[in-house]
C-alpha cells in the first residue's frame, strides 16, 4: 500500500511502511520514541496504607460505638407488660424500679441508671433514684 507524505513541499511515495524512518533522522525518531512510550510510575504504597488504615480505623470507631450505644431489650418481657432491662440489674435497681408502670424501660446510659416511662404521646425518662 503506497504512501504519499508531503514533507518540506515535496511529495515523497513511500512503497515499504518501514521506509518512513530513512526519513526521520536518528534524532527525530529517538524523540518521537519517548513521546509514545508510556512511563512506568512506582506503585505508592504510602497511599494505599493511608487509605486502609483510614477504612480499619472507621470500622473500629463504627464496632466501638455500637457496642457502646446499642441497646439489648429483651422483647419478649416487653409482650407481658413486664419491666424492660438494657443490662442485667443489680438488686438495688430491681428495688428502685419497683414503683414503675409496665413497659418501661430501665437502661444503664451515660453511666448512670435511666428509667422511661411511656406516656399517650411519647416517653418520659428520668434518673432512676438508687439507694
Known sequence: MPW????????????DPHAA???LSD???AFLGELY??????????????WLALLIAALALFCYA???????????????GQLLYTQLPSPAVVNASQGLPPGSIVA??????????PLE???QCQDLPLP
Not at 444503664?108 to 428509667?115: M, N
Open 4 to 15: 504519499q507524505l508531503e514533507l518540506h513541499s515535496e511529495e515523497i511515495d513511500i512503497s
Open 37 to 50: 512510550r508510556p512511563q512506568r510510575r512506582p506503585f505508592r504504597w504510602h497511599l494505599l496504607l493511608y
Open 21 to 23: 524512518d530513512q526519513i
Open 108 to 117: 444503664f446510659f451515660d453511666e448512670q441508671w435511666v428509667a422511661c416511662t
Open 66 to 80: 455500637f457496642n457502646r450505644y446499642s441497646l439489648a431489650i429483651d422483647h419478649s418481657a416487653a409482650r407481658q
Open 121 to 123: 404521646d411519647g416517653w
Open 27 to 29: 534524532e527525530e525518531l
